[in-house]
């Protein structure tokens, strides 16, 4: 159902869009267009030419030569992999953070489940983060309308080389058409509705310049050169050096065959040759290709600080790479998965989940109260270390809520009907159960609504009266309020004995020794009747028993 008003991310009403044809599919000169490989017969001279060529425009062969070093260069590919898979996560669609309204929610939640049912999302998350090497990546929306929603039927990556910039006020991406607009400039503007674009900044700047793979193409081509001048030296100096002797009666076809038989003798350690011609094998010339590895490791963990922001987490670091170095290099990386997070969310949100909202009536406010997206970077808490300190923490008067203690603790709030696990009912007068007077102090508060509402809020008179209400009348458990109402003068001189002592005691140790010197206040006659009604309880309890099990009558 889509709304006849729709706002475009400048907030402006705009014509609704067209989305029945994707834009690049009447432009077949980009489809049959083949990729060139910039890094053959790279040279220091070729790749500056290269990066001035981006500088000034023309990013084709720039966008090209990230694809060779991704491609050629396995330490790059693995190290890219690991910072852009580590932002696939769980996600989801939530209402904006600053006071939403229950409109505002129920749109969220809609939002969340129209773009669970998208396939092959986490796949089209993964092609997003190709921007994190390469500067940008654009995605081609294919729409379709499913169950009268409209919704993207396909997300497809395509070619950075396929885009060009337009420099005006702010940087623009347009597909790489040789076509003059209206105003002159070159390439075609992106539709509408029919992209999502995200930009990653890995350093200030104009965009050609901002790709994290631009730190790593010089570094790329001297370990090539490297790569290729260790095979050169195997090749040369690690195999034993061949000599022909030949007399100077050869003719030129014996030279030939001679020199055809060294040859294979290298290779097949095999050979043979004309009678009187002499073959002799020199040992192999003494050479060290630990320069050539040198050179090559020093590469390589220059891209691992350029990627990873640390060595240790890539493995590259020999015998320094202990666990705790890792442990502290790893932590550096979460920053920067952290700020690929944030980067991408924002992206989605404005490309992506404003785009579905305003095409279906659920963004009538525009951008500025969208939904949002959110991919979950929030890690788990350690819950021993929580079970134990949230109980001290509100004990002292911290009053954390319960959705940040599930978000720390990475447990969801339950939906509305859903099963939750709870913790046993103890049995009466076990320790922790409501009945044991040493649970409660004299200002707990009765917890839930109770027959002893009207009764004080405070002390043990409500709670006996609570645990009455909530637990099964056994004899126990119906002459509980009496007992503690007879024990309640008693108790409550206690803690406040106790509460007075702590509040002077300077130590542990004053607190300790103050402990022992208290006498509990109870005079003889109040133990007495206290007693007296605990034997009498016991007594009229234990005629219950009986009658039960005698199926007398009761009462």
């Known amino acids: 159902m889509a709304t006849s008003r729709i706002l475009g991310h400048d907030g402006q009403p705009m014509p609704m869009p067209d989305l029945a044809t994707p834009q690049t ?6 489809q049959r267009e083949l990729q060139t490989h910039p890094t053959r017969g790279l040279t220091p001279s070729r790749l500056a030419q290269i990066l001035d060529a981006a500088e000034q425009g023309d990013m084709t062969a720039q966008s090209d030569l990230f694809e ?15 910072r852009r898979r580590a932002c696939i996560l769980e996600w989801e669609v939530v209402a904006p953070q600053k006071s939403p309204s229950a409109r505002e929610k129920r749109n969220a939640a809609q939002l969340d489940e129209l ?13 997003v983060t190709d921007a994190i090497g390469k500067g940008f990546a654009c995605l081609e929306i294919e729409w ?18 396929w885009f060009t910039l337009h420099r005006g006020y702010r940087q623009e991406l347009r597909l790489r058409t040789y076509e003059a607009q209206g105003d002159g400039s070159v390439g075609e503007p992106l539709r509408p509705f ?10 200030s700047g104009y965009l050609e310049r901002s790709a994290l793979f631009r730190q790593l193409a010089w570094t790329y081509l001297f370990k090539n050169y490297s790569v290729g001048d260790l095979a050169e030296f195997l090749e040369i100096y690690g195999i034993p050096l061949r000599v022909g002797k030949y007399p100077a009666s050869a003719s030129e076809a014996e030279k030939v065959t001679l020199l055809r038989a060294l040859a294979a003798i290298g290779h097949n350690a095999a050979g043979i040759v004309p009678e009187g011609m002499l073959m002799e094998f020199h040992n192999a010339a003494d050479g060290d290709p630990k320069a050539f590895d040198l050179m090559m490791g020093w590469c390589e963990r220059n891209q691992s600080k350029v990627i990873l922001g640390a060595t240790l987490t890539s493995g590259s670091d020999g015998s320094a790479s202990t666990y705790a170095l890792g442990q502290i290099h790893n932590e550096v990386r979460k920053d920067l998965r952290d700020a690929d997070v944030r980067q991408i969310n924002a992206t989605l949100t404005r490309e992506l989940v404003y785009t579905v909202a305003a095409l279906n009536g659920l963004a009538p406010d525009g951008p500025r109260r969208c939904p949002q997206f959110q991919l979950n970077a929030q890690e788990t808490e350690d819950l021993t270390a929580y079970a134990d300190a949230l109980p001290k923490l509100v004990g002292i008067g911290i009053t954390p809520t319960v959705k940040w203690a599930h978000e ?11 099963a939750t696990l709870s913790p046993a009912a103890p049995a009466a007068g076990q320790a922790g159960s409501p009945l044991g007077a040493a649970a409660f102090s004299a200002k707990t508060p009765c917890p839930t609504p109770c027959p002893s509402a009207g009764r004080p809020a405070w002390g043990h008179a409500a709670l006996a009266a609570c645990a009455q209400a909530a637990m099964p009348q056994t004899p126990p458990v119906a002459m509980a309020p009496q007992l503690a109402g007879s024990a309640a003068p008693a108790v409550d001189g206690w803690i406040d004995q106790i509460r007075a002592l702590v509040e002077r005691a300077g130590s542990l140790q004053e607190i300790r020794d103050g402990l022992e010197q208290l006498i509990p206040n109870m005079t003889l006659e109040q133990y007495a009747a206290a007693m007296a009604d605990a034997l009498a309880a016991a007594q009229l309890a234990g005629r219950y028993e009986v009658l039960q099990e005698a199926g007398g009558p009761h009462g």
Do not use: C, Y
């Not at 491609?71 to 690991?82: C, F, L, P, Q």
């Not at 992209?195 to 900044?201: E, F, I, N």
């Open 25 to 30: 599919s009447r432009l077949a000169s980009l």
């Open 68 to 82: 060779d070093m991704e491609e050629k260069d396995g330490h790059i590919a693995s190290e890219m992999n690991k």
């Open 194 to 203: 029919g992209w999502l674009t995200h930009v990653h900044k890995a350093k």
């Open 408 to 418: 720390k603790l990475g447990i969801p709030m339950p939906q509305e009907g859903e």
């Open 115 to 127: 773009l669970q049912s998208i396939d092959d999302f986490e796949d089209m998350l993964f092609d």
């Open 144 to 161: 379709h309308r499913a169950e009268g929603f409209w919704l993207p039927k396909t997300l497809t990556h395509r070619p950075q080389s």
